[in-house]
């Protein structure tokens, strides 16, 4: 056997390489789950503040928020100076990350 035999180093290299690319992976797909419950959260604001534009109730608003981002969201509706805001929050668990909190708002004019 040659000191120059380079038989093996590139399984070797690949061992070495294998755990920061299955992390890079794993943080890829949680922060993508993520931005799927972002766009959810935006959703229900945006959903919301238009029940609150056709003059519904704000029951009816939040069953519209509570359909498209769960019953884990915290729902807020201020109104005044002839405009509703509408704010959803959610806490998000990611397995590599932890709990990250995310929100969504939106705004309309009433009638």
Do not use: W
């Amino acid at each position: 056997m040659k000191l120059s035999d380079e038989k093996g180093s590139s399984t070797a290299e690949f061992a070495v390489l294998l755990p920061a690319v299955a992390l890079m992976l794993s943080l890829l797909l949680c922060f993508g789950a993520l931005g799927i419950q972002q766009i959810q959260v935006q959703q229900a604001a945006g959903a919301m503040a238009r029940e609150l534009a056709r003059g519904e109730d704000h029951a009816t608003a939040r069953a519209s928020g509570v359909r498209l981002a769960g019953n884990r969201a915290n729902f807020a509706i201020a109104n005044g100076g002839g405009f509703s805001k509408v704010t959803v929050r959610k806490s998000v668990q990611l397995p590599i990350v932890g709990s990250i909190q995310i929100r969504g708002e939106a705004s309309v004019a009433v009638e």
